[in-house]
């Protein structure tokens, strides 16, 4: 959750009221700690702090720091502990050990899978799913991670020990250790319980002369050694050799093969819905860095994304946003918002577009291009080539409130959503159900007094007792409300109210008498106007220019010079496959004549 930066939104003094609020919630969340120690922990006058941030995805996060360090987060109502606290409490959470060449990845914001369990000779802790957890690193009892066990021990054991085990929440060297003081985790001793290896660790500390078990270094000069992992303390104690990498000399013999398992497993550790996240942000990332200039926008997401983001995606891979946490594009976006990198608004109906990018945001400056990927904005015409694909428009009815009592029988009420075949079949059942079909001729339909006020118009009510099939099923449909279901290529559907508007041709005459072709309403096909008018332009060799729908407020029009008709059909028809229902005005081409 905290492998990436993290935005503050506030920072606030606990008071008295609220602290001892905040006491109550950590004994309820955690029955373990004493009442000292929850004073210690909440202390009454020391420094106490609330800070609300938003994580990368935009997730709202409430963090509580004391003495400057985060202790406490909490997450729709729930308390999680954090590494700095654990430190202090390292027995607070049933713990479970990894191999020290694993925390790479989890601070990487990978899961820990199984595989990369360590099964110590006394065995597992009990848990059940959902339990909060702490991760150790062999040969160390301090925690560097906070995680929720996705199975039980025994559904653990039962699966031998394959798969996802904990989702991790929180990690050493994440950007929420960050926030504190950056201090390295103590070197604990792990706890002896079978008696042949507690009097062995009694010889040991013989020998080295009752070194104490617990040591934690405020040096920075000092290097610590995890296990098998090796620290080396600078600035804070918390940057690693080079960028915070961790280095893996020298796995232990008798761990050798279980830790080439584990790091071909922590390769693959996270999960395809996390793997389809960081494909996104990849290729977000390097759209915006290489594709996206100033003079682009305003952009529709929708071209954004099949234009732009989908040329990003390396090779044998491919964009799928359910396949993603996110589910929907909109949402992607909104998060990329919130972290300030763009903004978004709804210039047409329905139908949203980019308006603003800072590509001075440190996200975008810190990218680094691909290998095998140009990083230089070369791919203009690499964009045009982008195989559009028609969305798929589907014709729905809301349920009005005049047509409740015909459709409350099927167990549907006011707005409920249907296609035109849902309602044929609930009209078909109401009126067999009611025995409404005239037995004397069964094209006809008798009308009750619920079709009649469902139905009939007050002049006819009087007039007419039946109705054929086809006028009863016309007749519902015109009383409903109409809506469309727009699926763009690789998005979810979108519900709109009101039946789609076709894409609008028209011809205007201007001075001296040179016609002009205008086309309207390109954006709710997903076809960017701009770029229509740039592939007709080079087509036809006529100045094609984007200007404000007359009357409307941030809409645009395609206007070329010329009647343009005979090409636009080519390319909406043909080359786009768009239903000529959905065009308007093909009709006014001018009519081909017999060359001189």
Not at 174 to 194: I, M, N
Not at 232 to 257: I, N, Y
Not at 489 to 510: C, H, L, Y
Request: some cysteine; hydrophobic content about 35%.
């Amino acid at each position: 959750m905290f492998s990436r930066a993290f935005r503050v939104r506030s920072n606030t003094a606990i008071k008295g009221s609220d602290r001892r609020k905040l006491r109550t919630d950590v004994a309820a969340a955690f029955p373990n700690l004493s009442a000292e120690q929850l004073a210690e922990l909440i202390p009454n006058k020391e420094e106490l702090n609330v800070t609300k941030i938003y994580c990368h995805k935009g997730e709202a996060v409430t963090v509580y720091m004391n003495n400057r360090n985060p202790i406490l987060f909490e997450i729709e109502k729930a308390l999680y502990p954090t590494v700095y606290m654990l430190w202090i409490y390292p027995d607070l959470l049933p713990a479970f050990s990894t191999w020290p060449p694993v925390l790479q990845k989890l601070a990487g914001g990978a899961d820990l899978m199984l595989p990369g369990v360590v099964v110590p000779s006394s065995g597992f802790p009990q848990v059940e799913q959902g339990t909060l957890c702490a991760v150790t690193l062999l040969g160390n009892r301090a925690p560097v991670a906070v995680a929720v066990a996705t199975m039980s021990t025994a559904e653990m054991l039962a699966a031998g020990m394959k798969g996802k085990g904990f989702a991790v929440v929180h990690t050493y060297l994440d950007h929420l250790w960050e926030y504190g003081d950056k201090s390295c985790p103590p070197t604990l001793a792990p706890l002896v319980t079978d008696p042949a290896e507690k009097e062995s660790a009694e010889d040991e500390e013989e020998v080295e002369g009752n070194e104490p078990a617990i040591s934690i270094s405020t040096d920075p000069s000092q290097h610590l050694d995890l296990g098998d992992l090796s620290l080396k303390e600078q600035d804070s104690c918390g940057v690693l050799k080079g960028k915070e990498e961790l280095s893996e000399h020298r796995a232990a013999d008798t761990a050798e093969d279980a830790n080439t398992e584990v790091q071909q497993e922590a390769e693959d550790s996270r999960t395809p819905q996390e793997q389809m996240d960081a494909l996104f942000n990849q290729c977000f990332f390097h759209a915006l860095k290489c594709k996206v200039k100033k003079s682009d926008l305003p952009l529709l997401t929708s071209t954004f994304l099949r234009s732009h983001m989908f040329s990003c995606c390396p090779a044998g891979q491919q964009l799928d946003i359910k396949k993603s946490s996110y589910k929907k594009f909109s949402k992607f976006l909104q998060c990329m918002q919130h972290q300030k990198i763009l903004q978004v608004k709804e210039l047409n109906k329905g139908v949203e577009s980019i308006v603003e990018v800072d590509w001075k945001h440190p996200d975008v400056k810190a990218f680094a291009v691909p290998e095998g990927f140009s990083s230089a904005q070369d791919s203009r015409s690499e964009e045009r080539e982008q195989v559009y694909h028609a969305p798929e428009i589907i014709p729905l009815y809301g349920v009005s409130a005049k047509m409740i009592p015909l459709f409350q029988e099927s167990g549907h009420k006011k707005g409920s959503i249907l296609s035109s075949s849902e309602v044929r079949n609930i009209i078909i059942n109401y009126v067999k159900t009611n025995e409404l079909v005239d037995e004397t001729n069964k094209n006809f339909v008798k009308v009750n007094a619920i079709l009649c006020d469902c139905l009939l118009d007050k002049s006819e009510q009087d007039e007419i007792s039946h109705l054929k099939w086809d006028d009863l099923l016309s007749r519902c449909l015109e009383r409903l409300q109409p809506l469309h279901q727009v699926t763009f290529f690789g998005q979810e559907p979108v519900v709109r109210k009101g039946t789609i508007e076709p894409i609008d041709i028209t011809i205007a005459q201007r001075s001296s008498n040179k016609k002009v072709t205008i086309i309207k309403n390109l954006e709710l096909y997903g076809l960017d106007p701009q770029c229509v008018a740039n592939i007709l332009q080079q087509k036809v060799q006529a100045s094609a220019t984007i200007t404000p729908v007359p009357g409307t407020k941030d809409r645009v029009q395609v206007q070329i010079q010329g009647n343009q008709i005979h090409h636009l059909a080519k390319m909406l028809l043909e080359e786009y496959q768009l239903p000529r229902k959905y065009i308007q005005g093909l009709e006014k081409a001018p009519k081909l004549g017999r060359k001189k």
